[in-house]
């Protein structure tokens, strides 16, 4: 029997616990009782749903920060329009009425695109823009999205407006109000797929977010929210939506499936639970991962319980891939029964973007090229990170100096104020420049390419000895008398150039002759040697703070203030606010590497 255009009904259900599923259509004639005996072959009902997750911002396959087309090493494509080109095809594939879309969170922050609209050109403001990620997404037909931690970003009145502008409910059953302890957010969701056989097919999608936004998001979200843990949230709602008439229970979880923390014991809920969901909460068919950034076609996970596979999977960031779970249903004992599911996801570098989403938003676009086409200040020098990776070099400096005057302001007055402010940073990429004259705000965001925020945390002399020590790690051991090829000098053991920290406010030296572990050598603070005892504050990033390269002591230390800014716009109201950047002001070569003594460069 073909479907036609009745054969969606979509019906949702109301924020409160327990409540009935809303809807004002008339129930369709229940399957005939009899099951298919007498030689009859069984009913049976196929449907896919689509997802994405931690899209940041990422409409179109533009790199704001570079102004030009997104390419990676890897060749991927980011953005909602490619991914809209995916969404039709396999709606045409499947049946437009046998899919539903879904999303994993962290919708509204991470290009330059998504800051506009939150910070430059507000949607909260009155008679204010509908946001670029609510249009796309709009346009493409969503049915629900999780909220991910980044949703907090901007705090809680865009979050708002942006739910408010979405035509999609944004799920979060674990984010709770503060006083009340009731959902802030809708829980769940129910969707009706009518089926050629008379009886619908009730999907029950369940959104839980990250219990990391009260550590990540304190300033926006203290007093107002709190986040329990996903295994504890889903437990509660699980056989809820079952006892509802849920045929088939899908997650979306704003949490990696690896059950790890990058809190440590902030918290007693575990960041990347999305597997341990699945292997501890019976009902569940399906869940879709977000959080962590890695692609994962399908991965199943065992349930303790039931012994039934729960199906994960995970899509690349940004729009790079679209996951489509594919179901199986029987009809057997007078209900629908997931006979078989199963995942994979598909590549959006195989897809043109969709003419569709490029009319709706050209004009958005355009308007945020020119905005990070805009001058904020002009350079004394030109800077550059072409051999930051092994020399102290200004471009890098001009980090840690607007990280230290940050921390700086944010503790004056305060317990620690008198303590001195230290700094990491890290040479992300080899390409960044900031030119002699006219700097722009895309010359300044692409120093920082990275959505990390700034956080400041307490540390002895001692830890941050060791700390240069694993830092120090990034260098390949290189004899005396050897040769020197910085192009093979540094990633020992494959380390990321985003896992090597330079420090300022200490002055030292790398021995790349000795071995890892032994190499930090006249390590200075204001010209005597370094106090193993002495307390300092540190500049981080979060990502290092959290645990992010498993760097010794940063992720345990105490935290003194954390930011909820990205640091790439905290670089930007910096230089605005100087106007004129000076390298002469600023730069000092507080490291170098040397062999036996001697300066390597």
């Given at each position: 029997m073909p479907l036609n255009r009745r054969t969606f009904l979509g019906t949702t259900a109301a924020a409160g616990a327990g409540a009935a599923i809303a809807g004002g259509v008339a129930a369709p004639a229940e399957a005939h009782e009899h099951e298919h005996g007498h030689g009859r072959a069984p009913r049976r009902y196929s449907f896919s749903v689509m997802g994405t997750t931690d899209l940041h911002g990422a409409v179109f396959n533009w790199d704001y920060f570079t102004d030009k087309e997104f390419d990676d090493k890897a060749h991927n494509d980011v953005g909602l329009a490619k991914i809209s080109t995916l969404v039709e095809q396999i709606r045409k594939e499947k049946g437009r009425h046998n899919t539903l879309m879904i999303d994993a969170g962290d919708t509204i922050q991470g290009t330059q695109l998504s800051y506009y609209y939150a910070k430059v050109d507000p949607i909260t403001a009155k008679h204010g823009p509908v946001h670029p990620m609510a249009q796309a997404m709009n346009a493409i037909g969503y049915h629900a999205a999780a909220l991910g931690n980044h949703e907090f970003n901007y705090g809680i009145p865009v979050l708002r407006k942006f739910e408010e502008q979405c035509d999609f409910p944004l799920l979060g059953a674990n984010a709770l109000d503060a006083k009340t302890l009731k959902p802030a957010f809708r829980p769940y969701v129910i969707k009706r797929l009518r089926t050629p056989h008379g009886r619908d097919?009730?999907?029950?999608?369940?959104?839980?977010?990250?219990?990391?936004?009260?550590?990540?998001?304190?300033?926006?979200?203290?007093?107002?929210?709190?986040?329990?843990?996903?295994?504890?949230?889903?437990?509660?709602?699980?056989?809820?939506?079952?006892?509802?008439?849920?045929?088939?229970?899908?997650?979306?979880?704003?949490?990696?499936?690896?059950?790890?923390?990058?809190?440590?014991?902030?918290?007693?809920?575990?960041?990347?639970?999305?597997?341990?969901?699945?292997?501890?909460?019976?009902?569940?068919?399906?869940?879709?991962?977000?959080?962590?950034?890695?692609?994962?076609?399908?991965?199943?996970?065992?349930?303790?319980?039931?012994?039934?596979?729960?199906?994960?999977?995970?899509?690349?960031?940004?729009?790079?891939?679209?996951?489509v779970f594919d179901f199986e249903l029987v009809w057997e004992k007078g209900c629908w029964a997931v006979e078989k599911a199963g995942s994979k996801v598909l590549n959006s570098n195989t897809a043109v973007e969709d003419p569709k989403i490029v009319r709706l938003l050209s004009d958005e676009h355009k308007k945020v090229v020119a905005y990070v086409n805009q001058v904020i200040g002009t350079s004394k020098a030109a800077m550059t990170t072409a051999e930051a990776a092994w020399k102290d070099e200004p471009i890098i400096d001009l980090i840690n100096t607007v990280q230290v005057d940050t921390v700086k302001a944010a503790l004056a007055g305060g317990a620690y104020a008198s303590l001195p402010v230290l700094?990491?940073?890290?040479?992300?990429?080899?390409?960044?420049?900031?030119?002699?004259?006219?700097?722009?705000?895309?010359?300044?965001?692409?120093?920082?390419?990275?959505?990390?925020?700034?956080?400041?945390?307490?540390?002895?002399?001692?830890?941050?000895?060791?700390?240069?020590?694993?830092s120090a790690r990034y260098y390949v051991q290189t004899a005396a008398g050897a040769p020197v090829d910085p192009a093979k000098l540094t990633n020992a053991d494959n380390t990321p150039d985003y896992n090597y920290d330079a420090v300022s406010g200490l002055k030292y030296d790398i021995d790349i002759a000795k071995a890892a572990g032994s190499r930090i050598s006249n390590l200075t603070f204001q010209g005597k040697p370094l106090d193993p005892a002495a307390q300092f504050v540190l500049a981080v990033n979060n990502y290092r703070a959290n645990g992010g390269g498993n760097f010794p002591h940063v992720a345990a230390a105490k935290q003194l203030w954390a930011n909820s800014e990205e640091i790439r716009n905290t670089i930007i109201a910096w230089v605005k606010a100087k106007g004129v950047v000076d390298p002469a002001a600023f730069a000092s070569v507080d490291w170098k590497l040397v062999r036996d003594g001697v300066a390597v460069f």
């Open positions: 097919v009730k999907v029950a999608i369940l959104g839980l977010t990250n219990p990391g936004i009260a550590i990540w998001d304190k300033a926006n979200v203290s007093g107002k929210m709190v986040f329990p843990g996903l295994e504890e949230q889903a437990a509660k709602w699980v056989p809820k939506l079952r006892s509802m008439g849920a045929d088939v229970v899908i997650v979306a979880a704003h949490a990696g499936s690896s059950g790890t923390s990058s809190y440590g014991d902030q918290l007693p809920y575990i960041e990347n639970a999305a597997a341990l969901v699945a292997e501890q909460v019976p009902g569940i068919d399906a869940i879709l991962v977000g959080h962590a950034h890695v692609e994962i076609p399908e991965y199943r996970v065992k349930n303790k319980q039931t012994g039934k596979d729960v199906v994960l999977s995970e899509p690349l960031k940004w729009g790079q891939r679209l996951t700094s990491q940073a890290s040479c992300f990429s080899r390409t960044a420049v900031i030119p002699a004259g006219q700097i722009t705000i895309k010359d300044a965001a692409g120093l920082y390419p990275f959505e990390n925020t700034l956080e400041a945390r307490l540390l002895t002399g001692a830890q941050l000895k060791d700390y240069l020590e694993f």
